[in-house]
């Protein structure tokens, strides 16, 4: 699969089969995410891979936050469930004090988002669905994985064979006239 039909057919997975994922594919999706880009290549990024099926339901539990989702009607994260079927769930973190700072604006957090679409993308060209979690206890987490105080934990990425592998069509978009500006804003 080339990266434009990658791109366009990748989607947001959060029901997952309990076919395992094989070592080499999670191998290859942690060197492609290794590879990403970072401001001024500091690479401030730190994962945390979680296969132990307890660890991963507590990760799960730990997703639940009522308070963010119920404006929008859920009742629950709806990644919830998939963060404990998923065979392996990757937790992004990010060290700030190895990412750069410019005009008091910490690059972290760009570095993380453009390692956490590396993962995505990898896994989709791999066959593997995930999807980003971004709503969880961070306090919680920290300590049910040892994440130190220091680290930033960024997000929580459910890996895994999709439970129905069809691709389906994806959620409408906007147009390139709605978001593109040449030379000036207009």
Known sequence: MDLSEAVKTRRSVRRFSNQPVEEEKLQTLLEAVRMSPSWANRQCWRFVVV??????EAVSELSYVEAFF???????????????????????????TESGVLWDQPYYMTDIGIASQTLMLT?????????????FDDKKMRELLGIPEAIKIVGLFPVGYPQDNTVKEGPP????????HYEKWK
């Open 51 to 56: 296969r132990d099926q307890k660890t991963r």
């Open 123 to 135: 896994a989709h060209s791999l066959g593997l669905g995930s999807v980003f979690v971004g709503v």
């Open 173 to 180: 978009r906007k147009q390139l006239n709605e978001i593109v």
């Open 70 to 96: 119920a404006p929008k009607g859920y009742k629950v994260n709806p990644a919830k469930k998939g963060l404990a079927e998923a065979p392996v769930v990757v937790v992004a973190c990010a060290d700030p």
